[in-house]
């Protein structure tokens, strides 16, 4: 039971990093931080522009669909363009929120928990007194500081529920794929990279990058390709080659099975 509730945890962490992973934020409106006494209510319909919330005294509770979801230094919230809710603060306190526009849209509140939030808190207040400056570079500087929070919240969700010890033990495997996805790869070579027996490896690998080793393998060649392909890079044989395929007949067979298209006809 505890198994299941772990996975179906980390299944939302995962599907709420998926949402970000494709943002490409244009601007950052404002970096505010601001005071909201107990049971002070307010509702939101169709939110405008992308926002980052810390409530770093208190607590706030939002409320999308059904869901319940807290704000406080332990919870960070993303509310996206599009979304609605309704939020009362049950815990008098103070709040940093981060508004920024994006060409994307998503339909509910991201939760999103953290291990050190006093950590969090000071990237938010880092960005509010770089735009306090208003240096020469604020605006570039306040894009890539939103992104850097993004990431941070990414990483250290999935750090709280895929154990470092787990992750540890299969890294030289994943740094070895890294650098030689274009080079034949098999499941008993990575074991013996990390000192494991092939099925103990296997197994442990899965249930970390909730893949094997080998679709693992697979994905980053694909992921590859897909760079290639918008590049001035050369023909799809040389591609294939590239990437470690012994014809374009294979490279072309795995293409279109994770991408649903012939490399032929990707753009």
């Known amino acids: 039971m ?43 319909n169709d ?38 809710y309704d939020w009362e603060c049950t815990k008098s306190g103070h709040f940093s929120i981060i508004e920024f526009e994006c060409d994307q849209t998503y339909h509910e509140p991201l939760s999103f928990p953290v291990k050190h939030g006093e950590k ?6 880092d960005l509010e007194y770089k735009r306090n400056l208003r240096g020469p570079m604020f605006e570039a500087e306040s894009i890539h500081d939103t992104y850097s929070i993004i990431l941070s919240l990414a990483s250290s969700t999935l750090d709280k529920y895929v154990p470092d010890s787990k992750r540890e033990k299969i890294e030289p495997a994943i740094a070895y794929i890294s650098q030689n996805f274009d080079k034949p790869i098999t499941n008993d070579m990575l074991a013996s990279i990390v000192g494991m027996s092939t099925v103990y490896f296997r197994k442990l690998f899965t249930e970390v990058m909730e893949t094997s080793p080998i679709s693992y ?29 012994a014809n374009l007949y294979d490279f072309s067979r795995d293409f279109k099975k994770h991408t649903g298209v012939a ?3 990707y753009h």
């Not at 969090?120 to 207040?125: E, M």
Request: net charge positive; with cysteine.
């Open 263 to 265: 490399p032929s006809k």
């Open 2 to 44: 505890c198994y299941n509730i772990v996975k179906k945890k980390l299944g939302n962490i995962k599907m709420s990093i998926a949402v970000l992973s494709n943002l490409v934020i244009t601007q950052v409106y404002s970096v505010s931080s601001l005071y909201t006494p107990r049971n002070t209510k307010m509702k939101k």
């Open 120 to 125: 969090v808190l000071r990237l938010f207040k």
């Open 47 to 84: 939110r405008p522009h992308w926002a980052i919330v810390i409530k770093y005294e208190g607590e706030t509770v939002y409320t999308s669909g059904g869901k319940r979801l807290v704000s406080d230094l332990n919870h960070v919230l993303i509310l996206p363009q599009g979304c609605s």
């Open 217 to 245: 393998t697979k994905q980053l060649r694909i992921e590859k390709a897909k760079e290639m392909l918008k590049s001035d890079y050369g023909t799809l044989t040389d591609i294939a080659q590239s990437l470690g395929y």
